[in-house]
């Protein structure tokens, strides 16, 4: 078999594909003034094709299509000092450029815009209820100035993270939003193992203006097609690969600048994006701008 000419045929057949995919989804959308809704023929097609490409849904397909602005977001700057008074006291000192230290926590702030903190002590086995761990966590960071609006939880995990020894703990993931939208990427991580907060990870981005006007995004059925390749490949040796969530909201990209990544920008463009979670917990983000 010349598998080279059995690899085109296949591109050929993914491209004739998508093009009458995305034909049906201009044929079979209802229009209600800025919002558009895709018909549910169209939408069992979209499914049964993903399917049978061996990318499986636990979640409904999104059916509304409406339209978005352009955000311009810069990073949250923190002062080093000032954070390490927030989170050491008054009485901590410096063992290298950025890196602080009081008693057993230690502070890290990486180019200004990123910081990892943690509490180094004695692993004990202690039984904690999720909920005890979400007030703790929740406590820690109103307490520090950081349970700000805009902040939502969204996922929860216990189990052993490498970092913090070999007793599982729970790691609170929360993200910021815009406008009840997601705001990409910018997150806090905390880390609470009995009774108290051993971590934390964040990097946090400001809004500034709305940029131009809305623009009607791509339907969620068009994100998954085109992101469908790219996730089958990248999770080739799973073979349960299973979307859990998805939402539209704003991805600011520091790849997008060729010569830049996050801890040399200052600021930019946060887009309309499509975000995709696997059940494995990998995320991937599509433009959700039409050409």
Do not use: C
């Amino acid at each position: 078999m010349d598998w080279s000419k059995a690899k085109n045929a296949l591109i050929v057949a993914f491209i004739l594909t998508n093009i009458f995919l995305v034909y049906h989804i201009q044929k079979d959308m209802f229009n209600k003034g800025d919002l558009q809704i895709i018909s549910d023929t169209y939408i069992k097609n979209a499914e049964s094709y993903l399917v049978d490409n061996g990318l499986k849904l636990a979640i409904e397909i999104p059916r509304e299509i409406i339209s978005l602005p352009v955000l311009m977001v810069k990073y949250k700057v923190f002062d080093p000092y000032e954070l390490a008074k927030n989170f050491l006291g008054e009485n901590f000192e410096v063992l290298e450029e950025n890196i602080y230290r009081a008693g057993n926590k230690q502070l890290q702030i990486i180019s200004n815009k990123k910081f990892i903190y943690k509490n180094v002590v004695e692993e004990e086995n202690y039984a904690l209820a999720e909920e005890a761990a979400i007030d703790i966590s929740n406590q820690f960071l109103q307490q520090h100035n950081f349970l700000q609006h805009g902040l939502v939880l969204k996922q929860i995990y216990f189990g052993v993270v490498e970092d913090f020894g070999e007793m599982p703990l729970y790691k609170l993931v929360y993200h910021q939003t815009y406008k009840n939208r997601f705001l990409g990427e910018s997150y806090i991580h905390v880390y609470v193992r009995h009774k108290e907060v051993v971590g934390i990870e964040a990097m946090l981005l400001e809004q500034e203006n709305v940029y131009g006007q809305k623009k009607r995004v791509i339907p969620a059925t068009e994100a998954l097609l085109r992101k469908m390749n790219e996730i089958l490949q990248d999770n080739v040796y799973d073979k349960n690969i299973t979307v859990k969530e998805m939402e539209i909201g704003y991805y600011f990209n520091p790849a997008d600048f060729n010569f830049a990544t996050w801890d040399t920008i200052i600021s930019g463009t946060a887009f309309p994006a499509w975000k995709i979670v696997l059940d494995n917990g990998k995320t991937y983000y599509v433009d959700a701008l039409k050409d």
